[in-house]
């Protein structure tokens, strides 16, 4: 059923020995909790409390914008101190608007949703499930962040056949997942059944990269209850955990271009998604928490660690015993797809996969020098772009020409930055290209949204004047109508006068 016909990538040292045998530890709770408005791809969620009111543990603090995005909820019972601008986890190091929460210690919940314990059939429609999950704010927690509900909710425009679970984890140091699906092998088999229940597909496909060995174990064994997931051991090649060639090499199907998953059947969730999705049906709670990987030479102790949102990075690496000797690199995510991290103030958030302190002889970096067109770049690029073309097009600022030549379709894998002899940091480039492409495109649909705005009035302005002209004609004509009706009509003469004019 299955190919390898992934072309491209790179072939990384993997460095998951440093974590990947340190099981998941609970975080303490933080004094205090930092809740980004937008942890999520879409509109930032809208606050429904305001500073001085007391919330307890999975409480709602923000709803989900209209369109696509997804609710807040507190990670420990405490005070909203604060609803302010702060550094957002993004290399900016713009602030966007978070919600500030002192901790209380007490760690008390909020009343949740009642658990579905129903074995399957589940004892609600996929649709129920569907909003339980977007009121649960869970996102794709491979690093997008998708709204998952969202992604739940495609079967309605496109025909789906099959769920792709991605444990694949291909990222470099990274191994949460792999901690995951080693001990929480049922509930994320729970999480996947739930999933393909709401999705109502009869497929489902679970990838892992064979340099995980006990979770291909320990999902097999969860899995085996239920002949028709099946558990697919992929070669250990970078970027296998890319959605598209994940799909591709698990389905032998291509995503043509510009198009989803879903336009050939399949939808992709993470394996830590489909944990999230277990533990809200299964206990009616909200995504506040999530394992996070603290790794990298820089750090003195390594660790997964089961993570309160809103914790700073500061405090995670303090909780890994600080950092030894100060890193070169401080990131959040993978070293391919991560982004650096602007500060050690920001915090934890739902696509928070990792956080990596990496020293100078971890990091690829060097001074960058002329490209010299080896065409390393065009044999590394699994999307079969040529990286080095579209950097010069970006340069030159011709935005338009590296669209042509398939900049939207770069996945951001970073495989031709880190090829490259000359250190030409190329994803840098093409990241920056599509944040100035969108922004353009936001420009013009919000030019665009202005203009039918002010199309709309003057046709509205246009028909009230023709109703008003309309009401003034018809007001003249019954006034003619009455006047012509008077004059038309006999004079009534008195009976008296008759009689003196006889
Ligand atoms: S890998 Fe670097 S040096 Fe080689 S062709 Fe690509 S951009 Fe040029
Ligand atoms: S061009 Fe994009 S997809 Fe291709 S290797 Fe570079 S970052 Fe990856």
């Known amino acids: ?151 739940l909710d495609l079967k309605s425009r496109y025909q789906l056949d099959t769920l792709l679970i991605n444990g694949a984890e291909c990222e470099p140091y990274l191994t949460c997942d792999d901690r995951l699906m080693r001990e929480e092998a049922a509930a994320v088999i729970d999480g996947v059944r739930i999933l393909a229940y709401a999705l109502e597909v009869q497929s489902v496909v679970f990838a892992i990269e064979r340099n995980k060995p006990q979770a291909l174990a320990a999902i ?8 028709w ?17 994940l799909v591709l090499a698990c389905t032998g199907r291509e995503t043509p271009s510009r198009k989803l998953t879903a336009d050939i059947g399949v939808v992709v969730h993470n394996v830590a998604t489909a944990r999230a999705v277990a533990r809200t049906v299964r206990s009616g709670e909200p995504l506040i928490s999530r394992v996070v ?24 690496l303090v909780f890994c015993g600080g950092l030894h000797p100060v890193p070169h690199k ?26 990596l302190a990496l020293t100078a002889d971890e990091v690829n970096d060097g001074a960058e020098s002329p490209c010299i067109r080896c065409g390393s770049c065009v044999s590394a ?60 495109d936001r420009d013009s649909r919000r030019q665009d949204r202005i203009r039918s705005l002010i199309q709309a009035r003057n046709e509205r302005a246009a028909r009230e004047a023709e109703a008003k002209k309309a009401a003034a004609a018809a007001r003249k004509a019954a006034k003619a109508a009455a006047a012509a009706a008077s004059a038309a009509a006999p004079v009534d003469t008195p009976a008296s006068q008759l009689e003196e004019s006889t």
């Open 229 to 245: 997931i099946k558990v697919m051991a992929l070669p250990t090649r970078f970027p296998m955990g890319s959605e598209r060639h």
């Open 293 to 316: 990987t603290v790794s990298g030479r820089g750090i003195r102790e390594p660790a997964n660690i089961n993570v309160p949102l809103g914790t700073l990075v500061e405090d995670l």
């Open 220 to 227: 097999r064994e969860a899995a085996r209850v239920e002949p």
């Open 1 to 151: 059923m299955w190919s390898f016909r992934v072309r491209g990538g790179v072939k990384l040292q993997y460095h998951k020995e440093l974590s990947s045998e340190k099981a998941v530890v609970p975080m303490p709770l933080p004094r205090r909790l930092y809740l980004p408005l937008q942890q999520h791809i879409g509109a930032p969620a809208l606050p429904v409390v305001v500073v001085g009111d007391t919330v307890l543990k999975g409480q709602l603090i923000a709803k989900a914008a209209p369109g696509l995005s997804a609710p807040v909820h507190a990670s420990s019972s405490g005070t909203v101190v604060a609803i302010e601008e702060y550094v957002a986890p993004h290399p900016s190091g713009l602030r966007q608007k978070t919600i500030v929460i002192d901790t209380d210690g007490q760690d008390r919940w909020a009343e949740l949703p009642k658990p579905i314990t129903d074995d399957f059939p589940l004892g609600v429609t996929p649709a129920e499930l569907n909003s339980r999950v977007a009121a649960a704010g869970i996102v794709g927690m491979g690093g997008a962040a998708f709204p998952s509900a969202v992604k």
């Open 381 to 440: 690029c699994p999307c079969g772009l040529v990286p080095l073309e579209m950097a010069q097009l970006v340069r030159r600022g011709d935005l338009q020409g590296a669209q042509a030549i398939g900049l939207q379709d770069c996945v951001s894998c970073g495989s031709c930055s880190f090829i490259c002899p000359s250190h030409i940091p190329l994803s840098h480039y093409f990241n920056f290209a599509k944040g100035q492409l969108g922004a353009l």
């Open 330 to 355: 401080l990131i959040g995510g993978g070293p391919m797809m991560g982004a650096p991290l602007p500060s050690v103030q920001v915090p934890v958030v739902k696509g928070t996969s990792g956080v």
